[in-house]
């Protein structure tokens, strides 16, 4: 019997034992392996949701407070009919506007009724009083509720029917020796608002927030949101109950969310009935805002294991432990002979250039190992061989090339020769900083001129005589002046317009030997094209003076731009302004798409910032995603140049927060195009040549920067400053 039979017959064996043992428990452990996973699923999504939607409403509740604690305000709830107070206070009120997300805020004053309001579009910038509230307007009383609530900042969902717009709206209390003089805030659009949040489609699971009295504040559905809740009575309000109809439900589900207001417990967790079918409700409570997050888990979503039965499960574990098996006996055993037989064979066909490897362990391994030393050591003698070959042949080709070369230039020098001899009558001389020389028409067409006054009028710079026009007079000189200027009989010099025969116009190395020929002075030329040695230094600099990637200045010019600025403002008496800008959210899009589509990115923040400076002005790379930008020569008043820096920052930070479309390149698929959001915080600082080394203005503006960022990001921030300019 062989081997492999004796194995599969053991673990058959094996099997029957296993599938009697294990057989009756594998229900029940499916049961419990599906309740603990659905468990722990819940939680984790119910923590996803709640700060899937807490987090947004957090960041405008803390703009709006900080927009309440400014005295101007307060001054404006206070002295409304001050017309220079009223006016600050509107200033503070558009200053914040670009810093909430909707970009528009609400301010309304106890005092007068009076309710000022400006939106995204900055619509009412000379009109912020809207309307005036009253008691007795129904669609006022939200306000009045608020005031009598004398919360510090609440969250109310609700229509404005004087700006016919509907949002969720963050109302912040503005209070004088604890009394509500104001209410101010911002509002999120409701549509989108609910799209972010609770509209996040995930299959099997339903998202919703109610307030403490179950009444429904956020749903998919808009039509089953209770607006406005604060002024209704709580026998009126829509709450959750349209949504669970058991009563039992109700009850417990109210149970839960006083254990989790008055504990530390993150989440609770109970089975309910949802159109009549079971599913798990996770619930959190927002301490912030005074809501639940509720989210429904259909019960199919939360099996791990479903449907699956242990027995054909067991017959595949098996199958394959025998398949295993079989495979494992193949390479150790069979495969390695089978691989050390082919190698020989090649061997013995001449293929030398084969690499056996080393097979199997023991005595298959012993035998593999000395027929690789017998393939290297016959590989090693014929590569030997063949490489003293190779360099013979080319040496040969070498040799070969130096000599048709030669043979190229002697009868290009013999050619020129000629027709300079030939042709002396039609020779004009011509002048060049390293001499004289004697040229016919035909080697004035070479450099594109039919006459040396066309080609001195093209070239009046390379060579027109350093005291006179070029004309006859150079044409007069006598010989021997020819054979003074040319010192040792040759000069070697760059002509960076030579013209060839076709047209081309090439930089070209020129060999000038000067010689007597039958009583004639005449010249032999060797020219040279060396447009790839040109081509060859331009990219050197490049790559000393350039980042590769966005073609932008890099660390280096950009210091010696600076010193330039620098010795441009002393000379002047001119500000400057160093812009230091660090790309918000870039790591996100490198850690899911990669690095090719960041680098997308960069070119593209790259472009975007070249189209907003001038020519004048330097953009550069300082690695990674961080960028500097130098404005020079800005005004010689200090002030006049911190605005015109702060608008172009302005300028930077508002198309640099525009969506990039980047296209992800996938093989094997279709590409796709990738929208991102990406903002930036830009740390400015403006100076003169006489108040810094370089080294402190960097260190300045890259302070700032980071202010900015700790400033909430997408943001500018100056240095010597105290408030943000944006």
Known sequence: MKLKTKFFILMAGVFCVFTVTVGWYSRHLLTQINEQWGGRYAEKQVLFDKHRTLLPLLREIAVARQMAAEPALLEMALHEDDAAIRKRGLETLERYRLKFEDHSYFAAMVKSGHYYYNDADNKYIRQQLRYTLSPRSADDRWFYATVASQLDYQINVDPDVHLGNTKVWINVS???????????????DITQFIKESVAFEQPGILNLFVDRDLAVQLYRDPNLIDYASITKAVEKRRKVDALLTDPADIENLRAAMRRLASSTTQ??????????????????????????????????????????????????????????????????????????????????????????????????????????????????????????VVQRTEQLS??????????????????????????????????TDHGFFNCNKATLKMFGCATEAEFCTKHPGDLS??????????????????????????????????????????????????????????????VRDISERKKSEEQIRNFAFYDDLTCLPNRRMLYDRLAQTMAASKRHGCFAALMVLDLDHFKPLNDKYGHAVGDLLLIEVAHRLRSCVREMDTVARFG????????SELERDQDASTAQAGIIAEKIRTILAEPYLLMVRREGAADVVVEHHCSSSIGVV?????????????????????????????????????????
């Open 174 to 188: 503005l209070k004088h020796n604890d009394e509500v003089v104001g209410i101010i805030g911002t509002g999120l």
């Open 267 to 388: 989440v609770a967790t109970l089975w309910v009935t949802f159109e009549g079918k079971k599913h798990l409700l996770g619930i959190a409570y927002l301490p912030e805002i005074g809501w639940f997050d509720l989210t429904l888990i259909d019960s199919n979503s939360l099996m791990l294991l479903n449907d699956i039965h242990i027995a054909p499960l067991l017959i595949l574990i098996f199958l394959a432990a025998l398949f295993a098996v079989g495979v494992m006996l193949h390479r150790l055993v069979l495969k390695p002979i089978y691989k050390l037989g082919k190698s020989v064979e090649q061997v013995e066909q001449g293929n030398y250039e084969i690499d056996p490897p080393q097979l199997g362990s023991g005595e298959i391994a012993h035998l593999s190992a000395q027929f690789r030393a017998m393939v290297a050591v016959v590989r090693n003698t014929k590569r030997e061989l063949e490489e003293k």
């Open 398 to 431: 070498q040799e070969l090339a130096e000599r048709k070369r030669a043979e190229d230039e002697l009868r290009s020098s013999e050619t020129l020769l000629r027709t300079l001899y030939d042709t002396t009558s039609d020779a004009v001389m011509l002048l």
């Open 465 to 526: 005589p350093p005291t006179q026009p070029c004309g006859g007079s150079s044409m007069q000189l006598a010989n021997q002046n020819i054979a003074t200027a040319m010192k040792n009989g040759s000069i070697r010099f760059e002509w960076m317009h030579m013209r060839a025969d076709n047209g081309k116009v090439f930089p070209a190395e020129v060999l000038l030997n000067a010689m007597n020929l039958n009583g004639k002075l005449v010249l032999q030329a060797v």
């Open 624 to 631: 990674g995603d961080e960028f500097v930008v130098m404005l």
């Open 686 to 726: 403006v100076f003169a040549s006489h108040e810094a080394k370089q080294d402190d203005i960097f260190e300045w503006a890259d302070a700032a920067m980071y202010q900015a960022k700790a400033g909430g990001r997408n943001q500018i921030h100056f240095h010597g400053m105290s408030v943000d300019c944006c």
